[in-house]
């Protein structure tokens, strides 16, 4: 079957027919609701036992559980990892449905495609659909509330307006630019760092296997970047060359796909500069490679990216994070052949996006 034809894979939902249940086709070229992403990242545990499970890492205010899926061959030995995360907007509906893609894909070649192969024994990746549930779902409930950006935990004292931007309340230089304290603002970046459950939750996680983590990539909309640490106007990271480097090449990677430009650098160098991130956070870390995507488009649809679009915007952004992980991978397990072998897997993976599944 090609990518091109249709974008649907078998998976058991909750339909039955005369009593008995039927496998539906789920179409990764819609957006769908959290009932729907949560059934459908129940049902590719059960259909990869061997190599995916389902792991709850939080609660949000509400009191839904935040779960990703662990993929990776069992070796029996440590491993290195890969975390990606989406949703962490609420609004930013492309981005959970380039994190089911991002799964479906790697399961559907890792047997047939010898490099992803390799990379699945020697690593776990963590993927989280979406973050920021509570938002998530508020943004499902009607037409007015689409375009809700934060989490929904309470405001504080003396305020009525609900939520905390996620995105600037990491312990990362917080609060110190691109960040309000005005609690009705979209970028109120909380009380205190790492004051929202959704925050806690990534913080604890990550962090406690911060050695284990070679990437780490949160996937945002919209403008077309490829955005690495810091978001501090002032703060150079010491690494900065190497993650342009890494980044201009991922960029590279994705307008091999249908030919979309997206600009690479620091936030404050591309984009505006804020505090308080995730990418930023993890940077300090020590995880050696932290990126940002924003995706598709540059302002024509915004955050309401039809669903004709989703496709390609995988298809591109696959391609472009499949360069950063295959570049760390081979820079930790095969040393000095990372930089020609990432290149060269990039450059034939467009041919592949077309032509394989």
Same mark, same amino acid.
């Given at each position: 079957m090609?990518?091109?034809? +249709?974008?649907?894979?078998l998976?058991?939902l909750l339909?039955?027919?005369?009593?008995?249940?039927?496998?539906?086709?789920?179409?990764?070229?819609? *957006?769908?609701?959290l009932?729907?992403?949560?059934d459908?990242?129940?049902?590719?545990?059960?259909?990869?036992?061997?190599?995916?499970t389902? +792991?709850?890492?939080?609660?949000?205010?509400e009191?839904?559980?935040?779960?990703?899926? /662990?993929?990776?061959?069992?070796?029996g030995?440590? /491993?290195?990892? +890969?975390?990606?995360?989406?949703?962490?907007?609420?609004?930013? %509906?492309?981005?959970?449905a380039?994190? =089911?893609?991002?799964?479906? =894909?790697?399961?559907?070649?890792?047997?047939?495609d010898?490099?992803?192969?390799?990379?699945?024994?020697?690593?776990?990746? *963590? +993927?989280?659909?979406v973050v920021?549930?509570?938002?998530?779902?508020?943004? %499902?409930?009607d037409t007015?509330?689409?375009?809700?950006? /934060?989490?929904?935990s309470?405001?504080?004292?003396?305020c009525n307006c609900?939520?905390?931007d996620l995105?600037?309340?990491?312990?990362?230089? %917080?609060?110190?630019?691109?960040?309000s304290?005005?609690?009705?603002s979209?970028s109120?970046?909380?009380r205190l760092?790492?004051?929202e459950?959704e925050?806690q939750?990534?913080?604890?996680?990550?962090?406690?296997?911060?050695?284990?983590?070679?990437?780490?990539l949160?996937?945002?909309? *919209?403008?077309?970047l490829?955005?690495f640490?810091?978001?501090?106007?002032n703060?150079?990271?010491p690494g900065h060359?190497?993650?342009?480097?890494?980044?201009?090449?991922?960029?590279?990677?994705i307008r091999?796909?249908?030919?979309?430009? *997206?600009s690479v650098?620091?936030?404050?160098?591309?984009?505006?500069?804020f505090?308080?991130?995730? =990418?930023? %956070?993890?940077r300090?870390?020590?995880?050696?490679?932290?990126?940002?995507?924003e995706l598709?488009?540059?302002?024509?649809y915004?955050?309401?990216?039809p669903e004709?679009?989703i496709?390609?915007?995988?298809?591109?952004?696959y391609?472009?994070?499949?360069?950063?992980?295959?570049?760390?991978?081979? /820079?930790?397990?095969n040393?000095?052949?990372?930089?020609?072998a990432?290149?060269?897997?990039?450059?034939?993976?467009?041919?592949?996006?077309?032509?394989l599944?």
């Open positions: 090609t990518l091109g034809v +249709v974008g649907l894979c998976v058991v339909s039955t027919v005369g009593g008995r249940a039927e496998r539906v086709e789920y179409d990764y070229y819609k *957006y769908h609701p009932s729907e992403i949560s459908w990242m129940d049902q590719t545990a059960r259909d990869h036992p061997d190599i995916v389902k +792991v709850d890492y939080g609660k949000t205010h009191l839904r559980t935040i779960s990703l899926l /662990k993929i990776g061959l069992n070796t030995e440590k /491993k290195k990892a +890969v975390w990606m995360d989406c949703g962490i907007h609420a609004r930013e %509906w492309i981005t959970p380039f994190c =089911q893609y991002f799964v479906r =894909q790697i399961l559907q070649t890792y047997k047939t010898p490099k992803l192969g390799e990379m699945m024994e020697n690593l776990d990746f *963590y +993927v989280t659909p920021n549930i509570d938002g998530y779902c508020y943004t %499902w409930e007015s509330t689409r375009l809700w950006r /934060k989490n929904r309470p405001s504080p004292e003396g609900i939520g905390t995105n600037r309340n990491f312990d990362a230089h %917080w609060g110190m630019s691109g960040t304290f005005n609690c009705c979209n109120f970046g909380g760092p790492v004051s459950p925050t939750a990534v913080t604890y996680f990550v962090g406690s296997r911060k050695d284990d983590f070679l990437c780490f949160t996937i945002h909309s *919209y403008s077309q490829v955005l640490p810091h978001g501090h106007p703060f150079t990271d060359n190497e993650l342009m480097e890494v980044g201009l090449a991922a960029a590279d990677a091999r796909v249908h030919g979309m430009n *997206y650098g620091t936030p404050a160098d591309v984009l505006y500069a505090t308080g991130s995730s =990418q930023d %956070w993890a300090l870390q020590g995880i050696p490679y932290t990126y940002t995507f598709r488009d540059k302002g024509q915004g955050f309401l990216l004709d679009q496709q390609p915007t995988c298809e591109e952004a391609s472009g994070a499949l360069h950063i992980i295959t570049f760390a991978h081979d /820079k930790t397990f040393g000095a052949m990372a930089t020609v990432a290149a060269l897997w990039t450059v034939l993976l467009p041919v592949g996006v077309s032509t599944l």
